[in-house]
């Protein structure tokens, strides 16, 4: 049985980042263990929250577990909070990698053209570093041109120049990539790089009005969980989009998006 783990930030309140993941890909038949990289009061567009950094329980983490000879079939990266603790997650999934494991990086730092409340400059250049291991990358538009360094369209941009912006994430260091939440000729897209096949796709779709939070981490465990079932990246890409859109029609009646969505009442979504 193919298992997976999730080094990612735990919201105390707000199912988002772990706490959406977690019984998405538990539900769809993979076991998956975490590590936090930190743990967070709330979800910070509350705009005051308190967080703990967990870098040196990290750093003391991976010993043991190379000691008692645990291995996973993938990992998934998430929110990072300084060089030390991106250095030792990147050295750890490297390791990983070379015995068979796949990595998943989602670049967490901002959307709507703008950083997240607490995100850095500097976090930028982690989630670079992050990238460049990574089988698989996928930012939203915003974190995409940052991780690029190209401006912000808020008009949106051409097929060319989605293109371009893949082959950035790839000469960065990604084997693949994909980039949700992105206007393309006028329309919204989630559009993608596979190496695998040598291609790119470009799947459209509807918006829904409101900002919910943690979306990009169910789109996120939808995927990988699809590609850990065996499914192609293209088709495991329209399938995480069309749950995270039936997961939003479901709960648009919610008078708070910031706490995010209750995963475990859309779990047959699934």
Known sequence: MKQILLINDVAGYGKVGMAAMLPILSYMGIPAFNLPTALV???????????????????????????????????????????LQAQLVAEYCQAQAQEGC????????????????????????????????????????????????????????????????????VQIGAHSAIITSSIIDGQNHVCGYDADTDSYFFHPYEEI???????????????????????????????????????????RDDVDYKRGIFIERCLDLL
Request: glycine content about 10%; overall charge negative; hydrophobic content about 40%.
């Open 209 to 251: 009005p409101g900002l919910f939070h943690g979306t990009g981490d169910i789109f996120s465990a939808v995927l990988i969980g699809s590609l850990m079932n065996g499914k192609p990246l293209s088709e495991s890409t329209r399938r995480a989009m069309d749950v995270v859109s039936e997961m939003i029609d479901r709960n």
């Open 41 to 83: 009061s709330n979800t910070l567009d509350y705009g005051e929250f308190t967080e703990l950094d967990t870098t040196e329980y990290m750093r003391r983490v991976f010993p043991i577990w190379k000691r008692l000879g645990f291995r996973f079939d993938a990992i998934c990266t998430g929110l990072m909070f300084n060089p």
């Open 102 to 169: 796949t990595v998943f990086v989602d670049p967490v730092m901002g959307d709507g053209g703008r950083l997240y409340n607490g995100i850095t400059q500097q976090q930028v250049q982690l989630m670079r570093h992050m990238v460049s291991v990574a089988h698989l990358t996928m930012p939203n538009y915003t974190e995409a041109c940052f991780l690029a360094g190209v401006p912000f369209m808020q008009g949106g941009i051409t097929r060319d120049e989605g293109r371009h912006l893949l082959d950035s994430m």
